[in-house]
Antibody, heavy 117, light 106 residues
């Protein structure tokens, strides 16, 4: 059974940092592109970033480029999102997701990040 | 960036009725790489349809997708009580999502 389990969320003040982690199981992690997708309260889903199987290519939505960094550790079946210079508009549930070509079949349960003073 | 616009915003229907949801893209969607997801409160999205018309594993056949180019449709032939939720479309390769259509009980 495919499982994606996020951790590391919480409440931080504007300008602070946070690191999200996602541990994958039930599939060969190193064979898949992986993504982070977020959803602000009452808003649509928003793709945040993705990373190629070997980590050699990364993509970001414009609003986070330069502040958020995606990475992975295939030996530990883990995906990460380093979040720096956080803003109120980064408040959302963050989902770890496995890309299956042009769609996402597997999602984590989500982790809440709240940026507020 | 391709913008996806879903309509209507809310659909009020009764169990057993047919639901028709629209997703319109601002530009042609590459190779009809258009997916549909269902999301219930407090849950992660669930993949229903990919590549515009292919049903995901385990999805009942009352769900069907159609369309091409810039206009896509998700149809639920007969609404079951478990189908009342929010539905999102998504296109690739830009990974943009529509704003969602909520199906509520009439």
């Amino acid at each position: 059974e495919v499982q994606l389990v996020e951790s590391g969320g919480g409440l931080v003040q504007p300008g602070e940092s946070l690191r999200l982690s996602c541990v994958a199981s039930g599939f060969t992690f190193s064979r898949y592109w992986m993504s982070w997708v977020r959803q602000a309260p009452g808003k649509r889903l928003e793709w945040v970033a993705n990373i190629k199987q070997d980590g050699s290519e990364k993509g970001y939505v414009d609003s986070v480029r330069g502040r958020l960094t995606i990475s992975r550790d295939n030996a530990q079946n883990s995906l990460f999102l380093q979040m720096n210079s956080l803003r109120a508009e980064d408040t959302a549930i963050y989902y770890c997701a496995r890309e299956d070509g042009s769609y996402i079949e597997y999602w984590g349960q989500g982790i809440l990040v709240t940026v507020s003073s | 960036e391709i913008v996806l616009t879903q309509s209507p915003g809310t659909l009020s229907l009764s169990p057993g009725e047919r639901a028709t949801l629209s997703c319109r893209a601002s530009q042609t969607v590459t190779s009809n790489f258009l997916a549909w997801y269902q999301q219930k409160p407090g849950q992660a999205p669930r993949l229903l349809i990919y590549d515009a018309s292919s049903r995901a594993t385990g999805i009942p056949d009352r769900f069907s997708g159609s369309g091409s180019g810039t206009d896509f449709t998700l149809t639920i032939s007969r609404l079951d009580s478990e189908d009342f939720a929010v539905y999102y479309c998504q296109q690739y390769p830009g990974w943009t999502f529509g704003q969602g259509t909520k199906i509520e009980i009439k």
